[in-house]
């Protein structure tokens, strides 16, 4: 549960484990047992938590307040520092200031600023279809480190430019980001062991993070692999609301098929272990001693 003052920066939790770990939040619920697991930190995206909360897919259809709404959720119930996916600003400078802004007071600390062309967004980074000119996405993260009022938070350039144009633009983009000032990239859509030991050795010494996805064509890589390669920081995008989905769906098709007369459902086994956990992320206990103390 989140307290006043307690959230430590990401530059902290970047020192303290290398690489720093990040599952993917995608609502409150999620997030307290990130923090229960022990890490360090989290990452909110918008793929997931846009899917959890409004059943929509990350294809530019939600804007800013959208996005906030959710962020500001999921922040109340955690005191871990975080990453957020701030898109392309959702909009022109003047938006990308406003963002940074208002993700400053929902207690962001590191905010992820990308090049994809909103009107071509995709889900995956390797489906990126277009990304925009050099000059607008230069543009937007100097208005992004302008806006900044807590020196503390991070910005992280990110470029989408290798499913469209290459990884030699792609990390041509990350350069030119680095130059701006940022303090640190994000080269997204890599899709070979290769890719990552090249852009490990290109810019190690820099914030990197690196997203690793399962069940699609990407190397499974170690975080500890990871770091080696130079990367500061491993996002999971997928695998937390992945395994999550598949469970649900698994348990509403055999009660489907129970309500049905089709095939009996037994009773899960561990049924009561999941109570106490979901008990114990809710803080129950503490509502029942204000309940019963009166508050004292």
């Not at 990304?131 to 991070?154: H, W, Y």
């Not at 990197?208 to 770091?227: H, N, Q, R, Y």
């Amino acid at each position: 549960m989140m307290k006043p003052g307690a959230r430590v920066s990401l530059k902290s939790a970047l020192a303290a484990e290398h690489p720093l770990v990040t599952p993917l939040a995608h609502d409150a619920l999620s997030v307290r047992l990130i923090e229960r697991a022990g890490f360090r930190a989290f990452t909110i995206g918008g793929s997931a938590m846009l899917a959890a909360r409004y059943g929509l897919p990350d294809i530019g259809l939600a804007a800013l307040g959208e996005m906030a709404d959710g962020i500001r959720d999921i922040a109340a119930a955690s005191s871990l520092p975080f990453f957020a996916d701030g898109d392309d600003g959702y909009g022109d400078v003047k938006s990308v200031a406003r963002t940074i802004e208002i993700y400053e007071r929902l207690g962001v600390g590191g905010i992820l600023i990308e090049d994809q062309q909103r009107e071509r967004k995709q889900q995956r980074a390797d489906g990126a279809k277009g990304v925009v000119s050099e000059a607008e996405i230069a543009t937007k993260l100097t208005a992004a480190m302008a806006a900044r009022r807590n020196p503390d938070t991070l910005i992280i350039g990110r470029t989408d430019a290798y499913a469209a144009l290459g990884l030699d633009v792609a990390m041509k983009r990350a350069e030119a980001f680095l130059k701006l000032g940022v303090d640190g990239i994000f080269v997204a859509g890599l899709k070979t062991v290769a890719d990552f030991e090249r852009v490990g050795k290109a810019f190690r010494g820099e914030i990197m993070s690196a997203a690793i996805f399962e069940g699609v064509d990407t190397p499974w890589l170690a975080p500890k692999a990871l770091g080696e390669m130079g990367f500061a920081q491993v996002s999971y995008p997928a695998t937390l609301i992945f395994r999550a989905v598949a469970v649900m769906q698994q348990t509403l098709t055999a009660l489907r098929r129970h309500a049905d007369a089709v095939e009996p459902m037994t009773p899960a086994t561990e049924s009561q272990g999941s109570r106490q956990i979901l008990d114990d992320a809710l803080d129950l206990a503490r509502w029942q001693k204000i309940e019963r103390d009166g508050g004292v």
